[in-house]
């Protein structure tokens, strides 16, 4: 019998292209998505898909209809900047839509979440690069807070009712569908831009370097977390630090155009360096990133070709 899976955020950049690899594992997909920031279009033929905010309570009669073995939980209010302006909205996503999630987890008997976590965004002010999982996490935005606190509810649930758990710790993630509110949506947004004729903006010297992982690669890192009997908190990126600088030479090198970016005042409190040390989802996922990033830029740049108006 085919497995039923439900994927929270399947319209979005990553859901839909994780929900597209779980038809071709012959899982029966439910996709739940309020479309805030995904399509419908996105959702690949074959899913099943809810229009339903993680935050209404009528979500657990979805989990007790569909009974799904396992779920991948991506939905969330992704804009870093916002939920700095605004900390309580981000919180009814993040925090308690999360939460009603992991209660429609345990009440409908699934086995294991899968949680798309953040490893840009909980880590800060540590000198140790790349960084692995078990440092002291003290993020700096109430995104970054709301994400290692749903890691902390998981892993209270994992004690109280025995349900398994992964968190997946994405660096920057980057690749065909991303939008332009993300986290880390530099590489998006710049082809976006350039592909429209408009100058983009490089915030402070260009020299901060970020962890770029392809969005592929993501997705086979959830694929492993499902097949895997791993659990707990797993680093999901390259170790290697790229500066902006350099990601804005590889794209300009992809697009053969000749728009220059323009500089503006530095983001204050940005971290200036970051990588993330994948060790861990080496031993326990036998994962390893793949696509290295002048071609993953190369097939990113030919998906917004063809799909830009
Ligand atoms: P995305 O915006 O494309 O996907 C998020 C999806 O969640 C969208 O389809 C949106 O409509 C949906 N959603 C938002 N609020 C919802 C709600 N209340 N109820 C139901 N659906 C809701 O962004 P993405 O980059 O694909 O992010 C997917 C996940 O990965 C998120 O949890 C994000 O925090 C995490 N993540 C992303 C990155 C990255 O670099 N893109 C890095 C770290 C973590």
């Known amino acids: 019998m085919r497995q039923t899976v439900i994927v929270t955020g399947g319209a979005g950049f990553i859901g839909s292209q994780l929900v597209q690899r ?12 309020d479309l805030s920031t995904g399509r419908r279009e996105f959702v690949p033929k074959g899913a099943k ?46 925090i308690h839509g999360s939460l009603r999630i992991l209660e429609a987890c345990v009440r409908s008997g699934v086995k294991k979440i899968i949680f798309s976590s953040s490893g840009g965004a909980i880590y800060h002010g540590l000198n140790i690069r790349p960084t692995p999982e078990n440092v002291p996490c003290m993020p700096m935005s109430p995104y970054g807070v ?24 994405y660096a920057n993630v980057y690749g065909p569908r991303q939008g332009l509110k993300g986290e880390a949506g530099v590489i998006g947004i710049f082809i976006q831009k350039m592909l429209r004729g408009v100058r983009p ?5 260009g020299k901060q370097t970020r962890d770029f992982v392809y969005v592929d690669d993501v997705i086979e890192a959830n694929i492993l977390a499902m097949k895997n009997g791993v659990h707990g908190a797993f680093n999901i ?46 031993k326990g996922l036998g994962w390893r990133p793949r696509v290295g990033l002048e071609e993953g ?13």
């Not at 989990?63 to 939980?73: I, M, Q, S």
């Open 22 to 33: 779980l038809l071709k594992e012959r899982c029966h997909v439910v996709v739940i998505d």
């Open 49 to 94: 898909f809810v229009c339903m905010s993680i935050r209404d309570p009528r979500i657990a009669k979805i989990f007790l209809r569909e009974k799904p073995a396992l779920v991948f939980h991506l939905a969330a209010q992704i804009d870093v900047r916002k939920s700095v302006e605004d900390p309580i909205s981000d919180a009814e996503t993040n």
């Open 146 to 169: 709301a994400k290692f606190a749903f890691e902390l509810y998981l892993h209270a649930a994992c004690h109280n009712y025995g349900i398994k758990y992964v968190a997946l710790r």
């Open 201 to 205: 903006t490089i915030f402070g010297d």
């Open 237 to 282: 990126g390259t170790a290697k630090e790229v500066s902006v600088n350099r990601v804005d030479a590889l794209i300009r090198a992809a697009l053969g155009g000749r728009i220059r970016p323009a500089h503006g005042p530095a983001n204050p409190g940005e971290e200036r360096r970051a990588a993330l040390d994948c060790t861990a989802a080496k």
């Open 297 to 309: 830029i190369k097939r990113t740049v030919a998906w917004f070709r063809a799909n830009s108006s």
